[in-house]
């Protein structure tokens, strides 16, 4: 359920209240359904108010930090006094994701190969960490658009066709295509060779 619709409810059976959006939101939550737990659609960051709600959002990471700790083997604590299964290390990723209306803290329980600049989605549950919404992300992926990627795809078969080419070029392609250089030479079947030729090494299709 999208705004446009919630909007829609409130008009049809609070009118003289149908004016105050996020009124229209948190009853429609508490009424109808939860609004939030339908993962299949997108929530602006802006639009996340309260903690123990599921939410998927995408947006650019802004900050990312890993640490590490060591932990019980069964149940993760620094201190168990429980189980004696010994220590293991566990890995946390912290990344600060912006969207046109917001950012927010996603912290995931393992390591993660994007960094920032990435375009990604993130689902999981929000929760309240000193004082501040965060998500404990279930999970982390790139943000696939399916326009963006027909386009990504154009410019690696052109440098597939090529055999090599400057760089110059494919960055003024990236910069028409509106894709990013980065997302280009990030491709396994790509190497960036001296003298700023960027060579194509794959054997399969692009794509």
Known sequence: ?????????MKE????????????????????KNVSSDEDEFIDIG????AGIRVRVRGVIVEKRVSRYKGC??????????????????????????DNTGMIWCVYGDD???????????????????????IMADSVNL?????????????????EKSGRVKEGVIKKMC???????????????????DGGWIYWVGGGESG
């Open 1 to 9: 359920m999208n705004k446009k619709e919630i909007m829609k409810w």
């Open 13 to 32: 059976n609070y009118p003289q209240y149908a004016d105050n959006e996020e009124l229209a939101v948190a009853l429609y939550k508490r009424m109808v």
């Open 112 to 134: 993660t190969k994007f960094d920032v600049g990435d375009e990604i989605e993130v689902r999981g549950k929000t929760k309240i960490y000193k004082n501040n919404l965060e």
């Open 175 to 193: 910069k028409k295509n509106k894709v990013r250089f980065e997302d280009v030479i990030k491709d396994d079947r790509i190497s960036l060779g």
């Open 73 to 98: 083997a069964v149940c993760k604590r620094k201190n168990c006094k429980e189980h004696k299964a010994g220590k293991k290390t566990y890995v946390f990723t912290s990344l600060l994701v912006g």
């Open 47 to 50: 639009e996340i108010k309260e």
């Open 143 to 159: 943000f696939v658009d399916e326009d963006k990627e027909e386009k990504l795809k154009e410019v690696l078969e052109f440098v």
